[in-house]
């Protein structure tokens, strides 16, 4: 089986606004104000990915397959960027800012399937080596003009064309960066199933990760000297995995799994260092039963932490600047609710309690809670069908998420209040020329 993908993405669109938070909330003004400008450039994003995925079957129980993917992407950003407001007058500062980043991604991996019989236990094994090389080049640049704007009376008109080129030139700030990412990664697993009631899984990873980045507040090209020029962070981990499940009946089962995770970290440090590599570790257990035929639930308490997050450095002037946090914590419950209450009609029920904070840092971000996770979540959608067993014909759909009050950064400086957000579908299903063909609209 081969299949080829080849893709070319482009976008072009004006930019959005940062929303001003006053005091430890956000700013008391409409939804849909913003604090761009007319003449503000449009940004650009394009993407071109060729990849392949080719697998040849030796037999029935054995399989191998070989996948590439290359993929180059690019980013252009000009536009308005707040740097500071005034609580007491309403008065925010803007320069104009600009971003452009170029990346290169070669990407493979080559996977040994199979699956037999031994001492009355069946297997399900796989063996597998990947590798990933990709370079970034990044350029940030602001202008050095100053345009105040009052967010209660905003008064439009005050940026110039001219101020745009300050902002690429990089009149008042400008950086460059070029980074290297290469990650090798051995990985096995075998699923063994024990009188079809009881599943193991047992496997482990072993990653090898190469890390260089070079700086440079002049050009590109001195960036990449620089990064040949510096020594390449060497880190590495072996990641183990394992899972247990037992099928209490056929409609009822309990899990259990542990794993450890590793990933190159691409940020920088006030001293223009590399940071060390992201490393998580994730306890889960659960159980899921099917209520009726077609509808299942299932419950699961995780407990996951994870070492060396990148956040912003606020200490230092440079916004491009990073730093890794000791180790954050993320523990909680969810529960689901999937499936066919009847022929006509599905349901979709989810709650998440996330209990999340800073547990370890040398700063004083220890005991914060993590940005933008809410401690309460959930969503009820319903979907009805009005066509017959073969799918076709209409459907309409609606529901309610929701989410609770939510730290806006990681200095827990404001909260971005609690919501609730309406959703709604409808579409439609036909047979053309012998095909199927699905029409979707979604608010």
């Not at 991996?109 to 796989?126: P, Q, T």
């Not at 971000?365 to 309460?376: A, F, K, S």
């Not at 950064?409 to 699905?438: C, I, K």
């Amino acid at each position: 089986d081969l299949v080829i993908d080849l893709q070319y993405l482009r976008n072009d669109a004006q930019s959005d606004t940062t929303f001003p938070a006053l005091g430890n909330r956000p700013a008391p003004i409409p939804h849909h104000r913003s604090f761009q400008e007319a003449n503000d450039p449009r940004d650009w994003t394009g993407n071109f990915n060729l990849g392949y995925d080719l697998t040849h079957r030796f037999n029935q129980n054995w399989s191998i397959t070989s996948r590439f993917l290359f993929s180059k992407g690019s980013l252009k950003k000009l536009n308005v960027f707040a740097t500071a407001l005034d609580d007491a007058t309403g008065v925010l500062d803007r320069t104009t800012q600009f971003q452009k980043l170029m990346s290169t991604t070669y990407a493979t991996n080559l996977d040994l399937k199979g699956k037999f019989e031994a001492l009355g236990l069946k297997h399900r094994v796989l063996v597998g080596l990947d590798y990933l090389h990709d370079t970034t080049d990044y350029n940030y640049a602001e202008g050095s003009t100053n345009f105040p704007i009052n967010i209660f009376n905003p008064v439009y008109g005050s940026i110039p064309d001219s101020a745009y080129d300050e902002g690429s030139n990089g009149t008042g700030f400008r950086f460059f960066s070029s980074g290297l990412v290469r990650q090798t990664g051995l990985y096995v697993q075998d699923q063994v199933t024990l009188f079809d009631k009881l599943h193991l899984l047992l496997g482990g990873r072993y990653d090898y990760a190469e890390f260089g980045l070079g700086t440079s507040a002049l050009s590109r090209e001195e960036a990449i000297t620089d990064r040949h020029g510096r020594s390449v962070r060497k880190d590495s981990q072996f990641s183990p995995r394992a899972g247990i499940l037992y099928e209490w009946t056929p409609r009822l089962s309990t899990y259990a799994s542990y794993s450890k995770s590793f990933g190159a970290n691409n940020g920088r440090s006030v001293t223009g260092e590399t940071h060390p590599p992201e490393r998580g570790e994730q306890f889960e257990v659960g159980t899921k039963a099917e209520l009726s035929q077609g509808l299942s639930a299932t419950v699961a308490l995780f407990h996951l932490t994870k070492k060396n997050i990148l956040t912003p450095d606020l200490t230092t002037p440079d916004p491009t600047d990073t730093r890794a946090v000791g180790e954050a914590r993320s523990q909680g419950v969810e529960v689901d609710l999937l499936g066919t209450v009847t022929t006509q009609l599905n349901l979709i029920v989810t709650y998440a309690y996330l209990d999340t904070k800073v547990t370890r840092d040398n700063s004083s971000l220890q005991g914060n809670r993590l940005d933008n996770v809410p401690l309460h979540s959930g969503r009820v959608f319903l979907v009805y069908h009005f066509g017959g067993e073969d799918g076709l014909g209409w459907r309409v759909g609606g529901g309610v998420s929701a989410a609770s009050a939510v730290s806006g950064d990681r200095e827990n400086t404001f909260n971005l209040p609690a919501y609730y957000r309406l959703d709604a579908m409808t579409s439609y299903t036909a047979m053309v020329a012998g095909r199927r063909l699905n029409s979707t609209c979604a608010i």
